[in-house]
């Protein structure tokens, strides 16, 4: 468990355009063409205690693809919240590699809940995935931390701060209209229990209802960037790198 105190970064944001929403909402739009230059605040890394990022977005919205890449161009460590759960799910299973040293922390009959609530498309209990993200930063050498697809609800939130005593450093969000996100689900092809028609629509459903205002806490606070989901792999990249190039004497 760690505890630290808030990181305040209003010049790193000032870099980027700041759209007041009809709501009054603050998000910080990153542009490809934005030039960034590294700002002069406290190191993470100076004071020891992880840097986290939270990267959100609806199903199919491209957060586990980004995030590999933002990994590898930045030296993050990622971590997938719903990858977490599935190795949980699949460790203590027939199917699955069978009870694993490493991953199966909750006892068996953790897997046929996480089955049963993946393929209906909703929220595992807080507890269990925070325990499974605390783990997994307690045991990587890296201290900076991509959180993929976590935190799901206000409930998993505050859970969060709860349990490992901090807010995310920053928080990311790929925007992205829904047909463009039931396609790219559909055809994601890797054998998920949630990759169906049926799973998806439920899922959007939770991700308007209960995500979405997580999105909209971070935005109040001043810590959300929200990048624009659509068109290529690469042009993607492209909006999210100088976010990210910004942070290299921070981190
Ligand atoms: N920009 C893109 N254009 C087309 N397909 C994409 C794009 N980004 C990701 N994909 C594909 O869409 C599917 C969902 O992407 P993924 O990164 O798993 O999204 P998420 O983690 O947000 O659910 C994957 O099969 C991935 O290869
Ligand atoms: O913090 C989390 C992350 C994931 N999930 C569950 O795992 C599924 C798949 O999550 P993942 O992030 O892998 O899906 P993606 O958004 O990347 O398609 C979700 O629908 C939830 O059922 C969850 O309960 N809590
Ligand atoms: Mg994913």
Do not use: W
Not at 63 to 91: N, P, V
Not at 105 to 120: D, G, H, N, T, V
Not at 152 to 171: C, D, H, K, L
């Amino acid at each position: 468990m760690y505890r630290r105190r808030l990181t305040s970064l209003p010049l790193f944001f000032s870099h980027f355009h700041q759209v007041k929403r009809a709501d009054q909402l603050k998000i910080y739009q990153a542009f490809s063409t934005e030039i960034i230059n590294p700002v002069e605040s406290e190191s993470s890394s100076t004071r020891n205690s992880p840097y986290v990022a939270f990267v959100l977005g609806g199903p199919g919205s491209g957060k586990g693809t980004q995030c590999l890449k933002i990994a590898e161009t930045f030296g993050f460590e990622h971590i997938g919240a719903g990858d977490l759960l599935r190795k949980e799910m699949y460790s203590s299973t027939e199917e699955g590699s069978g009870p694993t040293k490493f991953c199966n922390i909750f006892p068996s009959e953790f897997s046929a809940m996480i089955q049963k609530l993946m393929r209906e498309g909703s929220i595992a209990p807080s507890e269990v995935t925070v325990k499974l993200i605390q783990k997994a930063i307690e045991s990587a050498e890296n201290r900076k931390f991509l959180i993929d697809g976590f935190p799901r609800s206000e409930e998993n939130r505050t859970a969060y701060e709860r349990i490992i005593g901090a807010e995310p450093n920053f928080v990311l969000f790929f925007d992205c209209p829904e047909e463009v996100m039931v396609k790219r689900v559909l055809n994601r092809n890797e054998g998920r229990v949630d990759d169906n028609e049926h799973t998806v629509k439920e899922r959007l459903k939770v991700y308007k209802a209960v995500t979405l205002p997580v999105v909209n806490h971070y935005a109040k606070k001043g810590k959300l960037y929200k990048v624009d989901g659509t068109g290529t792999q690469e042009e993607i990249f492209e909006r999210v790198r100088p976010i990210f190039s910004s942070l290299s004497s921070l981190v």
